[in-house]
Nanobody
Framework: QVQLVESGGGLAQAGGSLRLSCAAS????????MGWYRQAPGGQRELVAT???????NYADSVKGRFTISRDNAKNTVYLQMNSLKPEDTAVYRC??????????WGQGTQVTVSS
């Protein structure tokens, strides 16, 4: 089992930057896959970015070139650096840790609001 706590959300202007952090209660080195998802008001949850324990990354087309996911195993933390923010990036962002196909854990979420 793993507990996840997100931080770093808030209000940003279009074109600005924010960095989200996801602190895990266990070694992130032991977690095969971690990722960020988001859900806008009235919308469905969508994948933003994922990173494997080996460092391989995957991004939604809508954030490629603007967002960067990384992990610091020494700090048991995964980050999402968000640059060139757009109003359509406004959503609740949640961190996910997948240990196995049947074991997936979520953080409580952090709100990101981008004003135009």
């Amino acid at each position: 089992q793993v507990q996840l706590v997100e931080s770093g959300g808030g209000l940003a202007q279009a074109g600005g930057s924010l960095r989200l952090s996801c602190a895990a209660s266990r070694s992130t080195f032991s977690i095969p896959l971690m990722g960020w998802y988001r859900q806008a008001p009235g919308g469905q949850r969508e994948l933003v970015a994922t990173i494997t324990s080996g460092g391989s990354t995957n991004y939604a087309d809508s954030v490629k070139g603007r967002f960067t996911i990384s992990r610091d195993n020494a700090k048991n933390t995964v980050y999402l650096q968000m640059n060139s923010l757009k109003p359509e990036d406004t959503a609740v962002y949640r961190c996910n840790a997948r240990l196995t196909l049947d074991a997936s854990y979520w953080g409580q979420g952090t709100q990101v609001t981008v004003s135009s």
